[in-house]
């Protein structure tokens, strides 16, 4: 069991990226699918999930309608578009699923699986 994420890099303010995060051993649609990002120095936040009960999907405030989260069920991977990326979005992102909540939860403990992180940079 396994998630893969990818897709980080540097950008410049304005700019977009898409991460990825394949996974392996499991199928995502049972489980809820979340992105979560970490900036130094601060807690990791709840950025998007798309919910296994009713497939909507939710975003923090802080990226709504600059972020958008997809999954594609045939290659069993989620996606993270991030446009109009500003420096405060500098952080490592990790995906994440979880079994019971179905986004209800943005606690880190209630994840089962989570990605090994991949690191944007947004330079102003």
């Known amino acids: 069991v396994q998630l893969q994420a990818s897709g980080g890099g540097l950008v410049q303010s304005g700019g977009s990226l898409r991460l990825s995060c394949a996974a392996s051993?499991?199928?995502?649609?049972?489980?809820?699918n979340a992105w979560f990002r970490q900036a130094p120095g601060k807690e990791r936040e709840s950025v998007s999930c798309i919910s296994n009960k009713d497939g909507r999907t939710y975003y923090a405030d802080s990226v709504k309608g600059r972020f958008t989260m997809s999954r594609d069920n045939v290659k069993n991977t989620m996606y993270l578009q991030m446009s109009n990326l500003k420096p405060e979005d500098t952080a490592a992102y990790y995906c994440?699923?979880?079994?019971?909540?179905?986004?209800?939860?943005?606690?880190?403990?209630?994840?089962?699986?989570w990605g090994q992180g991949t690191l944007v940079t947004v330079s102003s």
């Open positions: 051993g499991f199928i995502l649609p049972h489980f809820a």
């Open positions: 994440a699923t979880d079994p019971l909540f179905a986004c209800s939860s943005d606690l880190e403990q209630d994840y089962d699986h």
